[in-house]
């Protein structure tokens, strides 16, 4: 399976993708996670994508598609991967279609996480308190989630179109949205 997580900041990306990857048995490829891994080592990935992050605003596409591309070149991801927070931009969307291409795959889905935009602040600020992150500030997550309309909600009518789109109610307890996304990833065929 070839899938995309997708769903504004907050919307429980990152708990539900490591259960469909426990499911399917594909890793669950977070770019978020990936530039926060860089971000604490040092590196010069790193060093680059911090100010972004700090700010809210995404990470060139430049330095964010060569990252996806070599993780996606990964073994583990030969036979699958699930990819959260990525794309982001139609830049990306170009940039992915071409990955995959290469590969002689295709994409099965788009799972879409809607939300309440209220809740999302809530649970955002509450999880900047337990984690302490340094991007989660009131005015970054505001800033966050003005981009995710801008840059990213126009990813949705994309894949709607190419009918890949699977929309998921994101609201109430973790194992009821796990249970809506299984039940709707079900129906999809492997391609
Ligand atoms: P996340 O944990 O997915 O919310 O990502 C944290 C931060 O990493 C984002 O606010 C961006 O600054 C950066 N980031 C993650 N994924 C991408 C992406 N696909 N494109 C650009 N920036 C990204």
């Known amino acids: ?51 972004y992050m700090d700010a809210g605003e995404y990470v060139p596409d430049e330095v964010t598609n060569l990252m996806v591309r070599d993780r996606i070149d990964e073994p583990d991801a ?8 990525y794309p982001r931009t139609l830049a990306q969307v ?4 071409g990955m995959i291409k290469f590969t002689g795959h295709q994409l099965d889905a788009v799972v879409v996480l809607t939300v309440d935009q209220e809740e999302i602040v809530a649970r955002l600020l509450q999880r900047a308190e337990l984690e302490g992150r340094a991007d989660d500030t009131e005015d970054v997550i505001r800033r966050r989630q003005e981009i995710y309309a801008e840059q990213t909600e126009p990813l949705i009518d994309v894949y709607r179109d190419r009918g890949i789109l699977i929309e998921v109610d994101g609201m109430g307890d973790v194992a009821e949205v796990t249970e809506r996304v299984f039940e709707a990833l079900e129906d999809v065929p492997e391609s």
């Open 78 to 85: 030969e036979s699958g991967f699930l990819l959260d927070g």
């Open 94 to 97: 170009e940039e992915l279609d």
């Open 1 to 51: 399976m070839r899938l995309i997580l997708m769903g504004p900041p907050g919307a429980g990306k990152g708990t539900q993708a490591s259960f469909i990857s426990e499911r399917f048995k594909i890793p669950a490829i977070s770019t978020g996670d990936i530039f926060r891994a860089n971000v604490s080592k040092g590196t010069d990935l790193g060093v680059k994508a911090k100010r």
